[in-house]
């Protein structure tokens, strides 16, 4: 268990939004509310944040709009921006501006509102017309499903996976997700459903396939010396990772993301393995994303992401390791197309006591939260975070 003073840094509130769909709800609005929620969870207030963390689906120029809009005067901003990896990179970079004196209490928040929009007919943001390796992909016609379609067929031809152990990651967070109230997808799926299912991208199925939800979420992470005077249940930030993988000027390699590297840098601050976690949230855009991040974390070996799911392993109080008990993004919430911030909320459930009690790791005092941003089949960030129950 993490010695509070040693921490650097304490997770004292998160907040999900419960909002799927929020047409009446602009994307500050989702901010400033996710916001209140969580400093409500630590029981603060933002006149006590002077450290703010946001990122690509903040509106406007970011921080320098939302700050007024929420009307705090931060002495420390990090507009990081890794996708939807970039909450974990928030919550490292606040430990570290925390540990050095520059913040004392620092917000993080995520909002967006693409399930609305799309129904406007607004669809998402281009990178822009200055990206340099558009003159040579773009003209192909890549888009996320078939980028992700990609990996799967690689990793099947390469190791002999199959549609049905794939189909095992959205049979467990389905599992997950019936006892959600939230979530969007609460009715439990079979192997069979998710075969039968649309197939959107040879091999992967519509029910691979992450949900498209509005919401967001927030944390709050503070000074060990303010998190003792709140008692409120401590989180500690215990080893942290970021790295970005790309096309190595040609040599692409399928088989592999980013979560190799910052899984490693984080397991190696921790100080502890793969088989210490008692519980993981995962980024799951898609089914063959779960599968080669618990790969390249070292859950299992390369190649053996398919036994490692099937027969219901990821299933809490069922399998060898829970993972996404609020029923993850493939069935309960991926809010701004970016998961990160949610995978962190029900790591901080778990550690405290808090998650659904038919989901509730017994005794769970290490968790791992892993998110990615980008396309996995081109350049991706990767962050990788270990939280101990203080």
């Avoid at 501006?97 to 509102?113: K, Q």
């Avoid at 049905?164 to 997700?177: C, F, G, M, R, T």
């Avoid at 299912?197 to 944390?219: E, K, N, T, Y």
């Avoid at 249940?233 to 590297?261: F, M, N, Q």
């Amino acid at each position: 268990m993490a010695v509070i003073d040693q921490a650097g840094a304490i997770v004292v509130g998160a907040y999900e939004h419960p909002t799927r769909k929020a047409p009446d709800k602009t994307v500050a609005q989702l901010h400033l509310e996710c916001a209140l929620g969580a400093l409500a969870d630590a029981g603060l207030s933002l006149k006590d944040v002077d450290g703010y963390f946001c990122a690509g689906d903040a509106p406007g120029m970011g921080a320098i709009h939302l700050a007024e809009y929420l009307g705090i005067r931060p002495r420390h901003i990090d507009n990081t921006e890794l996708g939807g990896a970039s909450y974990l990179s928030h919550l490292a970079h606040a430990r570290d501006a925390i540990r050095n004196g520059r913040c004392s209490v620092a917000l993080i928040t995520l909002a967006g509102r693409p399930r609305s929009d799309a129904a406007l007919g607004k669809g998402p943001k281009p990178l822009g017309p200055h990206v340099p390796e558009d003159p040579y992909e773009a003209p192909y016609g890549i888009n996320t499903v078939a980028s992700y379609a990609l990996l799967a067929a690689r990793h099947m031809h390469q190791y002999g996976t199959t549609s049905e152990q794939l189909a095992w990651i959205k049979v467990a967070a389905s599992q997950h997700a019936r006892h959600n109230p939230h979530a969007m997808l609460p009715t439990p799926v079979t192997v069979e459903d998710v075969l039968a299912s649309p197939r959107v991208s040879d091999p992967l199925h519509r029910l691979d396939c992450c949900v498209i939800s509005d919401g967001g979420g927030a944390l709050v992470v503070v000074r060990p010396d303010i998190a003792r005077a709140l008692k409120r249940p401590l989180i500690a930030v215990k080893g942290c990772g970021e790295a970005i993988k790309g096309h190595d000027g040609g040599r692409v390699d399928l088989s592999y993301t980013a979560a190799a590297w910052s899984g490693q840098a984080a397991f190696d601050e921790a100080g502890v393995r793969p088989a210490d976690i008692r519980y993981a949230s995962i980024y799951d855009s898609f089914t063959i994303t779960v599968l080669l991040q618990l790969e390249d974390l070292g859950f299992c070996k390369k190649g053996e992401g398919g036994r490692f799911v099937e027969d219901g392993q990821l299933i809490a109080g069922v399998g060898r390791l829970a993972v996404n008990t609020d029923g993850g993004g493939l069935c309960n919430n991926h809010p701004a197309n970016r998961g990160g911030i949610t995978k962190l909320v029900e790591a901080v459930r778990q550690l405290r006591g808090e998650a659904h009690p038919a989901l509730q790791i017994p005794d769970c005092d290490l968790a791992l939260v892993q998110g990615l941003g980008g396309r996995l089949a081109g350049r991706h960030g990767s962050a990788t975070i270990i939280l101990e129950r203080c």
